[in-house]
Nanobody
Framework: QVQPVESGGGLVQAGGSLRLSCAASGSIFRIAAMGWYRQAPGKQRELVAMNTNDRSTKYADSVKGRFTISRDTAKNTVYLQMNSLKPEDTAVYYC?????????WGQGTQVTVSS
């Protein structure tokens, strides 16, 4: 099975930028989609952005125009470039990989945006 390995995240001031990376390790066959979710304290986990094998992308309305998801298939890595960050973007960000009909999650990486 595939294992998502995340990197990036940290503390940034409002208006700043961060980039998250997620590399798929282990069995990398039949990956259908790679993307990012986030969960803020006291809130449900929500989709941030997703990239599928047909190169289509989906974004949460709250991040459109500010976040960009990209995928390097040769490296089996998905990136999330986050610009114009807001305090409400503060959350734990989780990499999500869909493979063979199953969903795999990374361990999560904290993103904190100070005002």
């Amino acid at each position: 099975q595939v294992q998502p390995v995340e990197s990036g995240g940290g503390l940034v001031q409002a208006g700043g930028s961060l980039r998250l990376s997620c590399a798929a390790s282990g069995s990398i066959f039949r990956i259908a989609a790679m993307g990012w979710y986030r969960q803020a304290p006291g809130k449900q986990r929500e989709l941030v952005a997703m990239n599928t094998n047909d190169r289509s992308t989906k974004y949460a309305d709250s991040v459109k125009g500010r976040f960009t998801i990209s995928r390097d298939t040769a490296k089996n890595t998905v990136y999330l470039q986050m610009n114009s960050l807001k305090p409400e973007d503060t959350a734990v960000y989780y990499c999500n990989i869909i493979q063979g009909g199953y969903v795999y999650w990374g361990q999560g990486t904290q993103v904190t945006v100070s005002s």
